[in-house]
């Protein structure tokens, strides 16, 4: 099996493997590496391992050197002039007229491209635009349409729980969130309660999805017990018989009321159903 280390170029963003090639590169470095791009900065968040062949997106390409300061300079460099770079195409847009909303500019390391990032409701021809940054910068431009989604990746921001975003913390990827997960989870369905400050669906709704399903659904690839109580239904427990008010999945209990002013927590495997109770 081939040895990669993995590096990430944004915080939050998905991780590539190269070839450590000799350089020495470990977690926590800072690593020199040419991509589809153009020549990257990035930093080393997984150490030399050995991967298997299915997981690597081949040609595996090769770190060309460890980074140094003289690098992060020129990193930082890089950034003020990003903030320039941003101003200028904010106002060639205001001079084309265009209906887009300028999100970020990002230049890769050796300044062989400009990535400008923005959003629209629709189509919008560029072209124009192109040309006149070109003239500016004398360099490749791209420019690149994005989504409501990874428009909060970028620009971060503070969720509904207050806390900060986690596409832009720790998610590398976005995952599929649908309407069930909020159905299956009981949670309320007012589009305002489920959904982040991009507007769509939570992210959020995916991490306790698995603990939701029966029988294996298919989509997480993980099988729960079908003999989950059930909200409402009488049961019998070892200290008697109540109904089901309330249940834990990440704890796998449920609350039973035995009495109007007695409801205890009982583990699922020590409750019986009522109506097979009376057949045992």
Same mark, same amino acid.
């Given at each position: 099996?081939? %040895?990669?280390?993995?590096?990430r170029?944004?915080?939050?963003?998905?991780?590539?493997?190269?070839? @450590?090639?000799?350089?020495?590169?470990?977690?926590?470095?800072?690593?020199?590496?040419?991509?589809?791009?153009?020549?990257?900065?990035?930093?080393?968040?997984?150490?030399?391992?050995?991967?298997?062949?299915?997981?690597?997106?081949?040609?595996?390409?090769p770190?060309?050197?460890?980074?140094t300061?003289?690098?992060?300079a020129?990193?930082?460099?890089?950034?003020? *002039?990003?903030?320039?770079?941003?101003?200028i195409?904010?106002r060639k847009?205001?001079?084309?007229?265009?209906?887009?909303? $300028?999100? &970020?500019?990002?230049?890769?390391? &050796?300044?062989?491209k400009?990535?400008?990032?923005?959003?629209?409701e629709? *189509?919008?021809?560029?072209?124009?635009?192109?040309?006149d940054?070109?003239?500016?910068f004398r360099?490749r431009?791209?420019?690149?349409?994005i989504?409501?989604r990874d428009?909060?990746?970028?620009?971060?921001g503070?969720?509904? +729980?207050?806390? @900060? $975003?986690?596409?832009?913390?720790f998610?590398?990827?976005?995952? @599929?969130?649908?309407?069930?997960?909020?159905?299956?989870?009981?949670?309320?369905l #007012?589009?305002?309660?489920?959904?982040?400050?991009c507007?769509?669906?939570? +992210? +959020?709704?995916?991490?306790?999805?698995?603990?939701?399903?029966?029988?294996? +659904?298919?989509?997480?690839?993980? *099988?729960?017990?079908?003999?989950?109580?059930?909200?409402g239904?009488?049961?019998?427990? @070892?200290?008697?018989?109540?109904?089901? %008010?309330?249940?834990?999945?990440?704890?796998? %209990?449920?609350?039973?009321?035995?009495?109007?002013?007695?409801?205890?927590?009982v583990?699922?495997?020590?409750?019986?159903?009522a109506?097979?109770?009376? #057949?045992i």
């Amino acid at each position: 099996m081939p %040895t990669v280390v993995g590096i990430r170029f944004k915080k939050a963003s998905k991780i590539y493997y190269f070839d @450590p090639a000799e350089t020495g590169v470990d977690k926590g470095d800072f690593a020199i590496v040419e991509t589809a791009r153009g020549v990257e900065y990035g930093e080393v968040v997984i150490g030399s391992r050995e991967v298997a062949e299915e997981n690597i997106i081949a040609p595996l390409k090769p770190v060309m050197r460890k980074a140094t300061e003289q690098d992060a300079a020129k990193v930082a460099e890089n950034k003020v *002039r990003e903030r320039e770079a941003f101003n200028i195409c904010l106002r060639k847009i205001k001079n084309h007229g265009l209906p887009m909303n $300028l999100i &970020d500019v990002e230049f890769t390391f &050796d300044v062989n491209k400009i990535i400008f990032y923005f959003t629209a409701e629709g *189509r919008i021809d560029f072209r124009e635009l192109v040309k006149d940054l070109a003239a500016v910068f004398r360099t490749r431009i791209e420019l690149r349409q994005i989504g409501v989604r990874d428009e909060a990746k970028l620009l971060g921001g503070i969720g509904s +729980c207050g806390r @900060p $975003l986690c596409c832009a913390t720790f998610l590398g990827d976005f995952e @599929p969130v649908s309407i069930r997960m909020a159905k299956d989870q009981n949670l309320s369905l #007012n589009p305002t309660k489920i959904s982040g400050i991009c507007g769509r669906l939570m +992210c +959020c709704l995916k991490y306790e999805n698995h603990m939701y399903c029966k029988n294996s +659904c298919g989509g997480c690839g993980r *099988r729960e017990k079908a003999d989950i109580p059930k909200m409402g239904a009488m049961v019998v427990t @070892p200290l008697g018989e109540g109904k089901v %008010t309330g249940i834990n999945r990440g704890q796998r %209990t449920a609350s039973v009321q035995l009495a109007p002013d007695n409801i205890i927590q009982v583990e699922w495997d020590e409750i019986v159903d009522a109506s097979q109770a009376d #057949n045992i």
